[in-house]
């Protein structure tokens, strides 16, 4: 739904109620002008003082409804055409606004934060069995892509999600520590405070969130699945804090640290599950260097000032959320081995197959979340995949249509980074004919926006 229509169909239901009430109003007054009546000639014959008496009630009873309509009308104004979350133009023209040349503080100095991350509420029904992936689908119609940062405010009980791909996450995740975990779990010197802060709001939030799979300990946290149990209190630690926070959860983790220049750099992480980059190529690296290493399409002309300025900003108070999506030819989630193998000087879609069958197509999405650890001031990237078959999701209402023209949308520079010329002729004929199916079956187009607003 865009801004736009947002604002006109709040608008329209910000009419029909304030209607709503004025009727009841015009109600009321109509039964209470009856009620006079009745009573009027009453009133003659009742003396002068029982006279006095009903005309000042019903004074009173008219000004008080009068100012209560007036406050009720205030109100449903007011809520009508607030959105339910900071929309994404508000997050990021709220960094681009700030104009001041004074810095707010000392580059690379940070004074900890008394914040403490509030406790969750356990997560509702969930179970290891039963709790299904968030249906994330986070395109959107074209005819235009718009390059952006995406951002949207989160709460802070929404940090991490777990669900029943909990089982294989975790064994590929155990899996790629014994085999690389000095090449995608890394932490320096500097990060190091940070890390341990990550790993300790972790071990609070879990047991917390998620009952069923984790336990609190004296020493630090029990998983109740797995068996695993994790010390976070001796030291020295017996792992990279960075490795352990990795085996806890879905997520890859990156900790971004701020130096006296101002920038942000990419100084820890847990990078297990990342399809397409690696921790070692990245690792040391500033946000800008990150970013146009990888040929992210108009980073410089639309995304660094505003990302950097947002970064310099967030407070530990403050969660934000974003969503991505991408498609592989192959079906590993740790490794997209068809964009070569993964310890190759140079890895791209060069190597790839042209023209799959539809069949090793899949999409791919993350879920990153964004806050600041109080403590250390470090920045928090966490990042889930979505990881499903093409064909699984183009059986769901309206996706392949939406999907179709989001593809259609993109640009030649968000074509290159995607691989699309691998795909794409091959992936659109699929949807297509999916799109027409859902329609010769009857599916009412416009109510879509009712059904699955982005990001799902």
């Known amino acids: 739904m865009t801004i736009s229509t947002a604002l006109n169909w709040a608008g329209t239901q910000a009419t029909k109620r304030a209607s709503h009430v004025y009727n009841e109003i015009r109600e009321s007054g109509n039964n209470c002008a009856t009620m006079v009546k009745a009573h009027w000639s009453r009133l003659s014959l009742e003396g002068h003082h029982k ?68 406790k969750p509420e356990p997560y509702p029904d969930w179970s290891l069995e039963n709790t299904k992936p968030l249906p994330y689908r986070p395109f959107r119609y074209g005819p235009k892509y718009n390059v952006t940062m995406g951002l949207r405010s989160m709460k ?28 995608c779990c890394r932490t320096a010197p500097e990060a190091y405070p940070a890390a341990v802060e990550l790993l300790e709001e972790l071990t609070e939030y879990l047991p917390a969130r998620y009952p069923s799979l984790f336990k609190r300990t004296d020493v630090g946290i029990d998983n109740l699945w797995s068996g695993e149990s994790f010390d976070i209190v001796t030291r020295p630690l017996p792992e990279d804090p960075m490795q352990t926070c990795g085996r806890l959860i879905q997520d890859d983790l990156a900790i971004m640290i701020e130096r006296v220049d101002g920038q942000y750099y990419l100084l820890a992480g847990a990078v297990l599950l990342a399809g397409f980059w690696r921790l070692e ?75 799959r069958a539809i069949e090793h197509h899949y999409f791919r999405s993350e879920r990153q979340a964004l806050r600041r650890l109080p403590k250390s001031g470090g920045v928090v990237f966490t990042i889930r995949t979505y990881f499903h078959p093409v064909k699984e999701i183009a059986e769901e209402d309206y996706v392949p249509g939406r ?11 968000v074509s290159r980074y995607k691989g699309k010329e691998k795909y794409g002729k091959v992936l659109l004929e699929y949807l297509d004919k999916k799109h027409e199916e859902q329609i010769a079956r009857g599916l009412d187009l416009s109510r879509e926006d009712e059904v699955r607003a982005y990001p799902y």
């Open 403 to 413: 999907l179709a023209s989001a593809i259609r949308s993109w640009g030649d520079d």
């Open 281 to 355: 190529d990245k690792y040391g690296m500033g946000l800008p260097e990150i970013h146009t290493s990888g040929d992210v399409p108009q980073y410089k002309e639309k995304l660094e000032k505003g990302m950097l300025n947002f970064f310099r900003r967030v407070k530990p108070e403050e969660m934000v959320a974003r969503n991505n999506y991408f498609f592989q030819v192959d079906d590993e989630l740790p490794w997209s081995w068809s964009i070569g193998p993964e310890d190759a000087p140079e890895v791209s879609w060069n190597t790839a197959e042209k023209d």
């Open 51 to 118: 006279e006095t008496a009903y005309v000042a009630a019903l004074i009173l009873f008219l000004l008080s409804t009068t100012v209560a309509y007036i406050i009720r009308r205030r109100k449903l104004s007011k809520d009508a055409l607030r959105p339910a979350t900071p929309t994404t133009p508000g997050l990021e023209k709220a960094t681009a606004r700030n104009t001041s040349k004074a810095q707010p503080r000392e580059w690379g100095k940070w004074i900890p934060s008394d914040f403490r991350t509030p």
């Open 156 to 183: 802070h009980v929404d940090w991490i999600e777990l669900d029943n791909h909990y089982p294989r996450f975790h064994a590929d995740k155990a899996r790629r520590i014994e085999e690389r975990g000095h090449k």
